[in-house]
């Protein structure tokens, strides 16, 4: 069955790289996503990664994929305030109607 | 910017009451979705859609019921409302094809007291 575990806080100075992990159990998982939830509001897709990638970089964003481990990270360079939010990444699995299954959600905290 | 709208943004009303929590979209996306998000940040899928006339419940067992008569209209109703029933209520949308992830909406705070 699927299940996407996270850790539930991550707290970081402005400036310094954040790196928030997500760990799933599905191997048969086909796509990977991080989405950023700001207070008040739902949520956004940042970026995504297929399971035949190991890693995908857009900007200050670097995700990682080990697919041995069943483990996906997301790397935030030089952090900002604005960054501060929760975070969930989330899986598809094939067959039926594709369904997406969401992480717990890591908050992170950006200390000024 | 958003393209997936929900109304309203916050709702607090009684016991026993019917409410109508709406959400429309304009991507002309087939699939539709309903979250309720609990106070642990935890999402839990409540209801989607296929496409016109097509609705299924979702993981979590839910109350509530929905509707899908136009594309781009997904709302979900609650014939009587409970304190238990008050969450974060999200709506979603995806392209039919592909996997480019879901385009969500602002949500709707609702509090039933």
């Known amino acids: 069955g699927e299940d996407v575990e996270q850790s539930l806080f991550l707290s970081v100075r402005e400036g310094d790289s954040s790196v928030i992990n997500c760990t799933y159990t599905d191997s048969s998982s086909t796509y990977l996503y991080w989405y950023k939830q700001e207070p008040g509001a739902g949520l956004q897709l940042l970026t995504y990664i297929f399971s035949n990638m190991d890693m995908k970089q857009d900007q200050r964003l670097t995700v990682l994929l080990n697919k041995k481990d069943k483990h996906l990270s997301l790397r935030i360079a030089d952090t900002q305030t604005g960054d501060s939010a929760i975070y969930f990444c989330a899986e598809t699995v094939p067959g039926g109607y594709q369904k997406v299954t969401f992480g717990t959600g890591t908050k992170l905290q950006v200390i000024p | 910017e958003a393209d997936i709208y929900q109304t309203p943004r916050y709702l607090v009303i009684g016991t026993g009451k019917k409410i109508t929590l709406e959400c429309s979209q304009t991507m002309g996306h087939d699939k539709m979705y309903w979250y309720q998000q609990d106070p642990g940040m935890e999402l839990h899928l409540i209801h989607y859609?296929?496409?016109?006339?097509?609705?299924e419940k979702g993981d979590l067992s839910s109350e509530s019921t929905v509707s899908r008569i136009r594309t781009e209209h997904f709302p979900l109703t609650l014939e009587s409302a409970r304190p238990s029933h008050t969450s974060q209520y999200l709506c979603?949308?995806?392209?039919?094809?592909?996997?480019?992830?879901?385009?969500f909406g602002s949500g709707t705070r609702l509090t039933v007291v």
């Open positions: 859609s296929y496409g016109v006339n097509s609705t």
């Open positions: 979603a949308s995806s392209p039919g094809q592909g996997h480019y992830g879901y385009t």
